[in-house]
């Protein structure tokens, strides 16, 4: 009988040391192959305008310059809206959407997974039919119930839309479904546990990564929002519409537009890079046996 593996005294997968170390050496090549892109985008971003220009170009950056960045920063200085508002404008509406909408996305997807109620699979299905939908389809609808409710023109029209995206919704209710035994939930409310207690308490931790993958996701696409035809005041406007418009200024803005792609991907890197481990570890321990 082959002498099973051990590691800290605990039983591993029955790989060869050979094997170990081929599927390691090919996600370290994986790792490095889609690094690349923002390898890319940063040593543009570093990169004096003759460089931005040369033919043919080169991927890394020969003469290290930090003008670009000035070079931003001075433009958006000339705007008559304060550049931390447009910062403001865009962390308020990126947290906002992004927590409402995990908030009100994981309590229906609890309702319709584990309570049982007439109607439950109809609205699911009309859920999966909404997916189909792109936003552009859907724009006309939007912008009028916004106006009914008179939210045009204000943060609401940008986090509203966000909680209402059936996407999380999806993606929690099946995640529920097969990570949350009803066995626990019942053993909660013989205990004496109400419903939100027993979502809150029992049902979000055990679905940690979808909730968690849902952060980065709505995160992203809140913080990268450009114009909105919600949103007509220039005070109110976000951090990449500023941006978008101060770099549209062709070849001369060339090195300031480079910059601004990496101030605007940085924040949602960032916000991955401290979630990624979390999801990465309880995606490994969310397995649970009745």
Same mark, same amino acid.
């Given at each position: 009988?082959?002498?099973?593996?051990?590691?800290?005294?605990?039983?591993?997968? +029955?790989?060869?040391?050979?094997?170990?170390?081929?599927?390691?050496?090919?996600?370290?090549?994986?790792?490095?192959?889609?690094?690349? *892109?923002?390898?890319?985008?940063?040593?543009?971003?570093?990169? %004096?305008?003759?460089?931005? !220009?040369?033919?043919? *170009?080169?991927?890394?950056?020969?003469?290290?310059?930090?003008?670009?960045?000035? $070079?931003?920063?001075?433009?958006?200085?000339?705007? !008559?809206? /304060?550049?931390?508002?447009?910062?403001?404008?865009?962390?308020?509406?990126?947290?906002?959407?992004?927590?409402?909408?995990?908030?009100?996305? $994981? =309590?229906?997807?609890?309702?319709?997974?584990?309570?049982?109620? *007439?109607?439950?699979?109809?609205?699911?299905?009309?859920?999966?039919?909404?997916?189909?939908?792109?936003?552009?389809?859907?724009?006309?609808?939007?912008?009028?119930? =916004?106006?009914?409710?008179?939210?045009?023109?204000?943060? !609401?029209?940008?986090?509203?839309?966000?909680?209402?995206?059936?996407?999380?919704?999806?993606?929690?209710?099946?995640?529920?479904?097969?990570?949350?035994?009803?066995?626990?939930? #019942?053993?909660?409310?013989?205990?004496?546990?109400?419903?939100?207690?027993?979502?809150?308490?029992?049902?979000? %931790?055990?679905?940690?990564?979808?909730?968690?993958?849902?952060?980065?996701?709505?995160?992203?696409?809140?913080?990268?929002?450009?114009?909105?035809?919600?949103?007509?005041? #220039? #005070?109110?406007?976000?951090?990449?519409?500023?941006?978008?418009?101060?770099?549209?200024?062709?070849?001369?803005?060339?090195?300031?537009?480079? +910059?601004?792609?990496?101030?605007?991907?940085?924040? /949602?890197?960032?916000?991955?890079?401290?979630?990624?481990?979390?999801?990465? #570890?309880?995606?490994?321990?969310?397995?649970?046996?009745?």
């Amino acid at each position: 009988m082959a002498k099973l593996r051990t590691r800290n005294h605990k039983v591993v997968l +029955a790989r060869s040391a050979g094997g170990d170390a081929g599927i390691t050496f090919l996600l370290v090549i994986l790792g490095v192959f889609m690094f690349l *892109p923002m390898v890319y985008a940063i040593s543009q971003s570093l990169k %004096p305008l003759d460089e931005l !220009w040369m033919y043919p *170009p080169r991927f890394l950056v020969q003469k290290i310059t930090g003008y670009n960045y000035k $070079s931003l920063f001075m433009l958006m200085g000339t705007n !008559w809206v /304060p550049f931390s508002r447009y910062i403001f404008n865009t962390v308020l509406t990126s947290v906002g959407g992004t927590f409402g909408h995990l908030f009100i996305a $994981s =309590l229906a997807a609890y309702t319709m997974a584990k309570i049982r109620f *007439p109607g439950g699979q109809l609205m699911f299905q009309t859920v999966q039919t909404s997916l189909m939908f792109n936003s552009t389809v859907t724009a006309i609808t939007s912008f009028i119930l =916004l106006s009914a409710f008179k939210m045009l023109d204000t943060y !609401w029209a940008i986090i509203v839309p966000a909680w209402g995206s059936t996407l999380g919704l999806y993606l929690m209710k099946q995640f529920m479904d097969t990570n949350v035994p009803d066995t626990v939930l #019942e053993s909660a409310r013989l205990d004496g546990a109400g419903e939100l207690r027993t979502y809150w308490v029992i049902a979000m %931790p055990m679905v940690k990564p979808a909730w968690l993958t849902l952060i980065v996701y709505s995160f992203q696409a809140l913080w990268q929002q450009g114009a909105s035809n919600y949103i007509h005041s #220039e #005070e109110l406007k976000s951090l990449n519409y500023a941006i978008g418009q101060i770099t549209a200024g062709g070849i001369k803005r060339a090195g300031a537009a480079a +910059a601004a792609q990496v101030v605007m991907m940085l924040v /949602p890197v960032l916000v991955f890079v401290f979630s990624q481990s979390n999801i990465v #570890e309880t995606m490994g321990s969310s397995g649970m046996k009745d």
